[in-house]
């Protein structure tokens, strides 16, 4: 059984900056090998769509969107996944939320390769 949760976000102003962390409550054969874990986003009225991905490895991929700006990271344990948000757009306002897919060998961008999803955590940015 996999469950993963989230915190951090709240509401920020344009320009500013915030993190956000997920803990992964699984046994450890998931989180230690070929895991890619990611963090997604969806806006009202809008797709879900990827912001972050890293695989066990450490290879990151971004979205065009939040390169240069979004930070993803993971503990050694696989555990957890972070992302620091900086120069926050209100574009960057909408529900986050951290995936995990595990046994795979690298990670995909999308958000149906992923199995593991925690609740969401929201993100407000104002101008």
């Known amino acids: 059984q996999v469950m993963m949760v989230e915190s951090g976000g709240g509401s920020a102003q344009a320009g500013g900056s915030l993190s956000l962390s997920c803990e992964i409550h699984a046994d450890s054969v998931y989180t230690q090998w070929n895991a890619c874990l990611g963090w997604f986003r969806q806006a009202p009225g809008k797709e879900r769509e990827p912001v972050a991905t890293?695989?066990?490895?450490?290879?990151?991929t971004y979205a065009d969107s939040v390169k240069g700006r979004f930070t993803i990271s993971k503990d050694t344990t696989g555990t957890t996944v972070a992302l620091l948000m900086n120069r926050l757009e209100p574009e960057d306002t909408a529900m986050y939320y951290c995936?995990?897919?595990?046994?795979?060998?690298?990670?995909?961008?999308?958000?149906?390769?992923?199995?593991?999803w925690g609740q969401g955590t929201r993100v407000t940015v104002s101008s």
């Open positions: 890293i695989y066990t490895s450490g290879t990151t």
């Open positions: 995936a995990a897919d595990f046994f795979v060998s690298f990670c995909r961008f999308e958000p149906s390769a992923f199995a593991h």
